[in-house]
């Protein structure tokens, strides 16, 4: 309540904004707006994402530049060129992000940087855009017959657009799309097995921060009604960011808290710090850098989850409300073979992890895939599952061959696992974590969420992955932060997880590891219930008693190779068994 009390007072302060304060006033604004717009894509792109960018700027210059030639070359009504730029820069963020976004690590951002510095140059040497000189008579745009000539008329429509836009970017954190975009961060291996395609969600984002910046950049060129390339350079796509990491890179509203405490200081700093040095210069940028390390050390989190413990309110849990059932996958034969694993082979260079392992898991049935430290039973996870693709043999899933699928590629096709290290999304809760799982069981894509006509999809995948948490006894921690929870728990989050895919073969890297007896038990008995239902089950567990006491099969792993396969009970009088591990008979 406290929370709506406070919107309602930002909002009718906007509204009184222009009616009572100076013209500077107004222009700072005015430009605090602009630069939230850019922002904003920012939070989605970096702060929710994971992926930084510097070049930023380059794309407001691409809304800019082409409302400004539109108009002033062949005469173009202002309006129709705002689709026309949307549509340039869609094409010209696309064709980058393909290329881009397929470095990781440092590369990402000195590649943004690159293509940020390209387009900066390109604007300034293209005679047809004026060169370094500029583009100027720019028309006014036209609303309902009335022309916006000064800051005072246009305040309105920019900040309108911006709120329309936080309204929007909220709406697609809190959807599917959203949780998917959200599971990028910590890093893409998760979300491919759950059946997120990653690439896809990045592309994506990406165009669209593209496209919050080029809307900018159109506003910017008819308030000013002239531009030059001084504005798009690399030293504006830093401050840009600058302004996210300040405000609070993973908050929407951040976005414009950092873009109106760094327009306003920027503003104060370039009137006082003359007066105090005696001096002109750019001495405000020495201040933002000491500012962003103070921030980066005390609150990495920015400025405004401090701005939020000012105006403290109990969290509300949402209810997961009654919802149509998702369809169901049908469920293969028992007895019939889900997976066949023939030859498999991978190599790391000179080492062979798995070498020629050949062995099936039939559906309805439990098998085991146990063996020393070190043996490869993870390699072997990860290339059945996509993750990490084998060498050479094959894989028949379903009757499919699809060695050569990626991850969510299999996970489209019933095939889920869970991970030897726990990976959840820390910050999320349980109920969400799970509902990623669900994923590749909704249809409705980014438009769809940021417009909120999913609402019917959305609460029945939440209320599928309530089902699977209730499943796996775990619905006392529905709302719970993940990160809350002890390991073992978290292990059982991710069997739910995976469940809420819908899968007809489940993989299992040590669900067992860091439970109490008790949870075993109910492990087990969850993994029973499982199998009588029809599913398979590739287990690899170092608990001896827990496997031989659950599964139906054992397969045998030492060095990359199979050792022995079998009933348990014969796996255990193996005597290579014995001396793979224990030594020997004796």
Not at 126 to 144: E, H, K, M, R
Not at 404 to 428: K, S
Not at 508 to 534: C, I, N, S, T
Request: some cysteine; hydrophobic content about 50%; overall charge neutral.
């Amino acid at each position: 309540m406290k929370n709506l009390i406070f919107l309602w007072a930002f909002i009718v302060a906007l509204a009184l904004g222009p009616l009572v304060l100076p013209e500077f006033y107004v222009t700072l604004l005015n430009y605090i707006g602009l630069y939230a717009i850019v922002s904003l894509g920012l939070v989605l792109l970096t702060g929710v994402g994971g992926l930084t960018s510097f070049g930023q700027a380059a794309f407001v210059g691409l809304g800019a530049y082409t409302t400004a030639y539109l108009t002033t070359v062949h005469d173009v009504s202002p309006w129709l060129t705002l689709p026309a730029g949307l549509a340039v820069t869609a094409v010209i963020a696309l064709s980058i992000g393909l290329i881009t976004l397929r470095l990781s690590g440092h590369f990402l951002p000195l590649g943004t940087i690159a293509w940020g510095i390209s387009l900066y140059y390109l604007f300034g040497n293209i005679d047809a855009l004026g060169g370094y000189t500029g583009i100027s008579g720019i028309p006014a745009l036209q609303l309902f017959g009335f022309e916006l000539k000064s800051g005072r008329e246009f305040y309105y429509l920019i900040w309108a657009i911006l709120l329309v836009l936080v309204v929007a970017t909220r709406n697609l954190l809190d959807s599917r799309e959203g949780r998917a975009i959200r599971a990028l961060k910590g890093g893409s291996l998760m979300a491919e097995s759950m059946g997120v395609n990653t690439p896809r969600s990045k592309i994506v984002i990406f165009v669209i921060a593209a496209l919050y910046a080029c809307l900018s950049g159109w506003l910017y060129a008819h308030l000013q009604r002239f531009i030059n390339p001084t504005p798009f350079s690399l030293t504006q796509g830093i401050e840009y960011l600058f302004m996210v990491v300040v405000g609070g890179v993973g908050h929407v509203w951040g976005a414009i808290f950092g873009a109106g405490l760094i327009t306003l200081l920027k503003q104060w700093l370039q009137d006082w710090l003359p007066q105090l040095l005696g001096q002109s210069g750019n001495f405000e940028m020495i201040v933002f850098g000491l500012m962003m390390i103070l921030v980066l050390h005390r609150s990495r989190d920015g400025m405004w989850p401090i701005v939020q413990r000012c105006f403290p309110e109990r969290a509300v849990r949402p209810r997961v409300a009654e919802a149509e059932p998702l369809p169901r996958r049908a469920v293969p034969p028992a007895g019939s073979v889900l997976l066949k694993i023939s030859n498999a082979t991978k190599r790391f260079g000179g080492l062979v992890a798995n070498d020629r392992m050949s062995f099936d898991v039939h559906a309805a049935e439990v098998m085991a895939l146990i063996g020393p430290n070190g043996a490869g039973k993870t390699t072997m996870f990860n290339g059945v599952s996509g993750v990490d693709p084998l060498t050479s043999g094959e894989i028949v899933f379903c009757g499919e061959r699809v060695e050569r699928l990626e991850a969510h590629e299999m996970a489209q096709r019933g095939m889920c696992r869970t991970f030897q290290h726990v990976r959840l999304i820390p910050t999320m809760s349980v109920l969400e974590n799970v509902a990623i799982g669900a994923h590749l069981r909704g249809r409705k894509n980014f438009v769809h969420a940021a417009c909120r006509t999913e609402r019917d999809e959305e609460a029945r995948l939440l209320h599928e992955a309530a089902l699977q948490i209730e499943r796996c006894g775990l619905a006392e921690h529905l709302y719970d932060v993940a990160s809350s929870l002890p390991l073992g728990k978290q292990r059982i989050v991710e069997i739910a997880r995976a469940l809420a895919a819908d899968p007809c073969l489940l993989l299992l890297d040590e669900p067992a590891a860091g439970l109490r007896y008790l949870e075993k038990k109910a492990l087990a008995d969850l993994l029973r219930r499982l199998r009588d239902e029809g599913m398979g089950i590739l287990l690899v567990e170092h608990d001896m008693d827990f496997v031989m006491g659950l599964a139906d099969r054992v397969v045998v792993i030492e060095f990359g190779q199979k050792l022995a396969e079998g009933l348990p009970e014969e796996v255990q009088r193996n005597p290579a068994v014995l001396e793979a591990y224990l030594g020997g008979i004796e």
